[in-house]
């Protein structure tokens, strides 16, 4: 079956860096998406990775090792605005969206 | 750019009628359209998927004739939500894409439903 799985809450403070990891089981594979969530709204597009390595892009990063069924989400000098959950999706074979739950990430001052 | 609207961003219904909720793209062609479920603190649910002119596609356990979807152009596609119940009650949201790059999905504001 297809699976992604990430921690359900995370906590970090303020200024400081957080990993999100990801892990994923799909029938075929054609990318991994990162978006953010805050409460009540709708989801945004973070980041994207296809290929095995790491896309930086600012304050965020996104990690992909596709031998290893993994990624992760890197947030650096985090502000209290990054508090949100943070879903993985992973696309498949039909380039269909397979979603993990979420993570929510609350960040203290 | 590609930018999805919703219609309306709320609405509250009495048990037993009927609501339709607007997605548009508005600078984009959408060859695909999605809509979602999303319950408090839970992750999204995918309902269905629809391409334009063409019957959509539903995931296990929704039903079908309950929540109607019409794709009817490139720009809209509509939900019906027939017959509401309370446990309807939830937040809707679209997400659109145009077949283009690696197939990215724009997502609409939402649309939070409650029925009494």
């Known amino acids: 079956g297809q699976n992604i799985d990430q921690p359900t809450e995370m906590t970090a403070t303020e200024g400081a860096i957080v990993q999100i990891n990801c892990t994923y089981q799909?029938?075929?594979?054609?990318?991994l998406f990162w978006y953010q969530q805050h409460a009540g709204e709708a989801p945004t597009f973070l980041s994207y990775n296809v290929l095995d390595g790491l896309e930086e892009k600012g304050r965020f990063s996104s990690f992909l090792s596709r031998s290893k069924g993994y990624s992760y989400l890197l947030l650096k000098e985090l502000q209290m605005k990054d508090s949100a959950s943070y879903l993985c999706?992973?696309?498949?074979?039909?380039?269909?969206?397979?979603w993990g739950a979420g993570t929510k990430l609350i960040i203290k001052p | 750019g590609a930018v999805v609207s919703q219609h309306p961003s709320w609405v509250i219904c009495k048990s037993g009628t009927s609501v339709k909720i607007e997605c548009r793209s508005l600078d984009f062609q959408a060859t695909t359209m999605f809509w979602y479920r999303q319950f408090p603190k839970q992750s999204l649910m995918l309902m269905a998927t629809?391409?334009?002119?063409?019957?959509?596609?539903?995931e296990q356990g929704v039903e079908k004739d309950k929540f109607l979807i019409n794709h009817a152009s490139l720009t809209l596609s509509t939900l019906t939500v027939t017959s509401a119940h309370p446990e309807d009650s939830s937040f809707y949201i679209c997400?659109?894409?145009?077949?283009?790059?690696?197939?990215?999905?724009?997502f609409g504001p939402g649309t939070r439903l409650t029925v009494t």
């Open positions: 799909t029938s075929g594979f054609n990318g």
């Open positions: 997400s659109a894409n145009d077949g283009g790059g690696f197939n990215e999905q724009y």
């Open positions: 629809s391409n334009e002119g063409s019957k959509a596609t539903y």
């Open positions: 999706a992973a696309s498949d074979s039909n380039y269909q969206l397979i």
